[in-house]
């Protein structure tokens, strides 16, 4: 048994507050019938909860992980060499998680996997939701105007890029450390781009991808989204769906 208040916020339908004001505002039904009270426990395995009289998909049904992926992982599911895969360093579900996008194999940083397919689509939409932000340590100290070129969009080889944001966080021993924000994900497309400005980058990490931060989780650790965090991707699940926006 578990309380309907937890039960809605696992599945993603908002925090616990939030569910208890579904609650209280007489819009959450067991089994056909409209809960009030609070406090009340279901049963997850066969209960049938319904918000707005829409069915509540079953909490049990998608897997969602954050991962600190170190360098030296691949993001693959398996690798004919043998090599280290980033599927080694997550737990053993019994349902297959995907990784949502790839990070190089030097590249560390946030991985995030699941089994949500919708919401994997709304995290790599071509409409380009959701930002990605990357620490670049690069080669030398690139001058203002290379940097708001870059903001501005450069032509690589597979066309010109979308505006990013770009910032000289600091300089280190002579080689800078730039902060990256993209909503795209092309191939290799933070190296390639301050490539292009002639500052090879030395090393790369994802700091955050949408509502997902790393926080203090250590390379190669994972953990599950917080209450919050899965509330703010089960927003963006339901934005892509919506038609017509810009
Ligand atoms: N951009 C890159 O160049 N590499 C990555 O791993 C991710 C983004």
Redesign the pocket.
């Known amino acids: 048994m578990e309380r309907l208040n937890k039960y809605l916020a696992r599945a993603g339908v908002g925090s616990r507050r939030q569910a208890d004001l579904l609650i209280e505002g007489g819009k959450v039904k067991v089994n056909g019938v409209r809960v009030t009270e609070m406090g009340i426990r279901i049963n997850p395995e066969e209960d049938r909860v319904e918000v707005d009289g829409q069915p509540v998909d079953s909490p049990g049904e998608y897997e969602y992980l954050i991962l600190h992926k170190p360098p030296g992982y691949l993001t693959t599911m398996r690798d004919p060499f043998q090599r280290p895969t980033v599927i080694d360093l997550l737990p053993k579900t019994e349902t297959r998680l995907y990784p949502v996008g ?3 194999l030097d ?1 560390s940083g946030l991985l995030f996997f699941t089994n949500d397919g919708d919401l994997a689509l709304a995290l790599t939409h071509p409409r380009h939701l959701v930002e990605k932000v ?1 620490r670049a340590k690069v080669s030398g100290i690139p001058a203002t105007s290379d940097l708001e070129k870059l903001a501005r969009g450069i032509l690589l080889e597979d066309g010109p890029t979308a505006p990013a944001k770009i910032a000289l966080d600091k300089v280190e021993k002579g080689n800078a450390i730039i902060v990256v924000t993209l909503r795209e994900g092309r191939k ?5 781009m301050l490539g292009a400005i002639g500052h090879p980058v030395l090393t ?1 990490h ?1 700091e955050a991808m949408g509502p997902l931060t790393l926080g203090t989780l250590k390379p190669g650790a994972y953990r599950r989204p917080t209450e919050f965090e899965l509330n703010e991707l089960m927003k963006l699940k339901e934005e892509i769906k919506k038609p017509n926006r810009k």
Not at 188 to 192: A, L, N, S, Y
Request: proline share 0%; glycine share 0%.
């Open positions: 790839r990070l190089d590249t990357y290799r497309q933070v190296k390639r790369l994802r």
